[in-house]
C-alpha cells in the first residue's frame, strides 16, 4: 500500500524557517518523481514544488522560488521542503504528493499524503 | 507561466442530472491535463489523467475530454457522494481555481 507521511509542520512567526518531511513507504520511491501542494484555508491548490526521481530537475512556484528548497533522499525514501523567509501569506496545509507519468508523457498525482499544516503568524 | 482557469466557479445541479465542468489553458497544454475531487477534510482524489483517461476504480459516470486549450469533466448522472470541489491541474504543475459543484 502506497503511503506518504509529511511531518514538520507547526506555528512559526513571520520571516521563521520550517523544514517539512515526507516518509514515503509502499512503492520504490528513487523511481518517482515527487510533489508538493498546498493548500490555504479554504482556498484552493496551489502547486508548489517539483522534484525529478533522481533529484536533478527541480521546479518552483514563482511564489516561493528563492525561498523555498525541496530535496529527497532516495536512500531514505524522504521527501523533503526547507521553508526559508516565511509570509503569513503561505499558512496552509502543506501535501507531499506522487507524480505518475504514463506511457504518453502524461502527468498526473496519483497519491497524496494527509498533509501536514503550517502556520505562519506572530 | 501557463494559467489554469476554471468554470463555473460554483455548479448547482440536482441529483441525477448532468455536469459539465470547464477547464481553459492560457497556450495549449496537448492533453496533460487532470482532474481531482476534493472532499472537505480530504486530500484531493485523481479522477482524470491524459485528459481523458479514468484514474483505478473512477466509475463510468467521470468523463474527461479536449485537448490543447479547452478542457470538459462531465459527471453523467450526480450522485449524492459527486458533490465537491473539482480542480485540473497542468501536467504536475498548475492548478486551476477550482469548481464547487452543489446540490441544488
Known amino acids: 500500500e502506497v503511503q506518504l507521511v509529511e511531518s514538520g509542520g507547526g506555528l512559526v512567526q513571520p520571516g521563521g524557517s520550517l523544514r517539512l518531511s515526507c516518509a514515503a513507504s509502499g512503492f520504490t520511491f528513487s523511481s518517482y518523481e515527487m510533489n508538493w501542494v498546498r493548500q490555504a484555508p479554504g482556498k484552493g491548490l496551489e502547486w508548489v514544488s517539483y522534484?525529478?526521481?533522481?533529484?536533478?530537475?527541480?521546479y518552483y512556484a514563482d511564489s516561493v522560488k528563492g525561498r523555498f528548497t525541496i530535496s529527497r533522499d532516495n536512500a531514505k525514501n524522504s521527501l523533503y521542503l526547507q521553508m526559508n523567509s516565511l509570509r503569513a501569506e503561505d499558512t496552509a496545509v502543506y501535501y507531499c504528493?506522487?507524480?505518475?507519468?504514463?506511457?504518453?508523457?502524461?502527468?498526473?498525482?496519483?497519491?497524496w499524503g494527509q498533509g501536514t499544516l503550517v502556520t505562519v503568524s506572530s | 507561466e501557463i494559467v489554469m482557469t476554471q468554470s463555473p466557479a460554483t455548479l448547482s445541479v440536482s441529483p441525477g442530472e448532468r455536469a459539465t465542468l470547464s477547464c481553459r489553458a492560457s497556450q495549449s497544454v496537448s492533453s496533460n491535463l487532470a482532474w481531482y475531487q476534493q472532499k472537505p477534510g480530504q486530500a484531493p482524489r485523481l479522477l482524470i489523467y491524459g485528459a481523458s483517461t479514468r484514474a483505478t476504480g473512477i466509475p463510468a459516470r467521470f468523463s474527461g475530454s479536449g485537448s490543447g486549450t479547452e478542457f470538459t469533466l462531465t459527471i453523467s448522472s450526480l450522485q449524492s457522494e459527486d458533490f465537491a470541489v473539482y480542480y485540473c491541474?497542468?501536467?504536475?504543475?498548475?492548478f486551476g481555481q477550482g469548481t464547487k459543484l452543489e446540490i441544488k
Open positions: 491541474q497542468l501536467g504536475p504543475y498548475t
Open positions: 504528493a506522487r507524480v505518475d507519468v504514463d506511457s504518453s508523457g502524461h502527468h498526473c498525482i496519483d497519491y
Open positions: 522534484i525529478s526521481s533522481s533529484g536533478s530537475t527541480i
